[in-house]
């Protein structure tokens, strides 16, 4: 009997998507990718491309195109990059209105056409576009997870390097909270293998490297002008797909819903969980001080606030 290979659909085959796509093809981290696009013509450009860059990796991916919905199913995991990016001068939050009107059309055919799999949310803003898949997939909330917090650790252990110079590979950076200007990175929690960050940064130093990665995302923006960043987001992502595939349990901040978690409910905040078969598997809650408890708080509020906004228009009835 042939077994029954892995399957991954990424809808939204843009910059995010399609990367995220071609590094799991070149990894063969799944045995069948589908790409899906509103722009179906670009989709098939890029799978036949991506395929023909699986044979020159002996990678066993294959790539392809789903032209209807239907062919999402069976599903193991699906990646939801549809929507728009920012350009300059706007914030995430100004995403919402139009990129929640995507998430919900793309999450109602997931619901019908693969409502085994595992969503991982990326489109912006990304905690309020978690919530939104969650909400309208009906999914339980292990099912359904964002990608921002492996992504802005990433961000963060880049500028501490740039800070210190050495440490390469070895750095490990802690943020939490939702994937906005009010992100909490956590230099506390932060280490250069295993010497704590606070030992060898100053607190200015330190200071600036939480300011920089806050704005990480922007400072992107401000250098593409035509979009935001892919590379880092789409390797991130790839993370998740990976762990939740090979079951490995390993622990990643990631977007989840929170049911009490922290003190708070009802709201999709980044925080520690372990990532395997079943998506969330296990959510830590850390011990914060009371300047962390207040970023923290102030960051869950951004989020709640915005979905207050999609409440009030009725968007969930
Ligand atoms: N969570 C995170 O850390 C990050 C989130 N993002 C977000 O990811 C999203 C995608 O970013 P990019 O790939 O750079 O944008 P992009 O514009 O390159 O790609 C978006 C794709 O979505 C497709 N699309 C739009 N509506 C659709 C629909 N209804 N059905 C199917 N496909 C649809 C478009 O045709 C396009 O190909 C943005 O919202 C961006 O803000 C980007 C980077 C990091
Ligand atoms: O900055 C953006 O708009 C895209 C994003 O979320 C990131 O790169 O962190």
Known sequence: MVKKGK????????NV????????????????????????EIAKGKALDMSQAANAARSHTIVSVA???SEIAGSDVVVIT????????????????????????????????????IIIMVSNPLDVMTYVALKESGFPKERVVGMAGILDSARMAHFIYEKIGYGAGQIRASVMGGHGDDMVPLPKFSTVAGVP???ILSEKEICEVVERTK?????????????SAYYAPAKSTAIMVEAILKDTKQIHPCAVYLDGHY??????SGVPVALGANG??????????????????????????????????????
């Open 215 to 227: 704005h990480g995302g922007a400072e992107i923006v401000g250098y593409l002008k035509t979009g």
């Open 7 to 14: 399957k991954v659909t990424v809808i939204g085959a843009g």
């Open 280 to 317: 969330v598997e296990k959510l830590f809650e850390m011990t914060l001080n009371d300047d962390q408890k207040e970023r923290f708080a102030k960051s869950v509020g951004s989020v709640k606030s915005m979905i207050d906004v999609l409440k009030e228009k009725k968007f969930f009835d």
């Open 263 to 268: 003190g708070y409910s009802d709201v999709v």
């Open 82 to 117: 549809a929507g728009s990016p920012r350009l300059p001068g706007m914030s995430r939050d100004d995403l919402l209105m139009i990129n929640a009107e995507i998430t919900k059309e793309v999450v109602a055919d997931v619901k019908k056409y693969a409502p085994d799999s």
């Open 67 to 69: 032209e209807d919905a």
């Open 197 to 199: 960050l606070t030992d």
């Open 17 to 40: 998507g399609a990367t995220v796509a071609f590094i799991c093809a070149m990894n063969g981290v799944c045995h069948h990718l589908v790409l899906r696009d509103r722009n179906i």
